[in-house]
Nanobody, 125 residues
């Protein structure tokens, strides 16, 4: 089992920045990659970014590419999401997620078994 705990959400004005953190615990040696997703009220959960735990390769959704950056600190078992130039449409609950061992990278929520509790990000206009 893998446990994930997000932090760093909050209220920010449009154009501002936030940095989210996700700490993993438990069977972290089984993690090959981790992802960030978000879910706005009344909408489906949406892929944001993913990172390979060993070599740091990343993939970011086109909707946030150039504004959001995913990174990780292996020593701290932590993955980050730096969000710049925030827009009101970025308002959502942000979740980090980890797949079961050896599952390929996916942009679909169904590809991930472990989820954090989520952290609210609200961007005011």
């Amino acid at each position: 089992q893998v446990q994930l705990v997000e932090s760093g959400g909050g209220l920010v004005q449009a154009g501002g920045s936030l940095k989210l953190s996700c700490v993993a615990s438990g069977r972290t040696f089984s993690i090959y990659h981790m992802g960030w997703f978000r879910q706005a009220p009344g909408k489906e959960r949406e892929f944001v970014a993913t990172i390979n735990w060993s070599d740091g390769r990343t993939y970011t959704a086109p909707s946030v590419k150039g504004r959001f950056t995913i990174s990780r600190d292996n020593a701290k078992n932590t993955v980050y999401l730096q969000m710049n130039s925030l827009k009101p449409e970025d308002t959502a609950v942000y979740y980090c997620a980890a797949p079961p061992p050896r599952r390929a990278v996916s942009v679909e929520p169904a590809g991930y078994d472990y989820w954090g509790q989520g952290t609210q990000v609200t961007v005011s206009s």
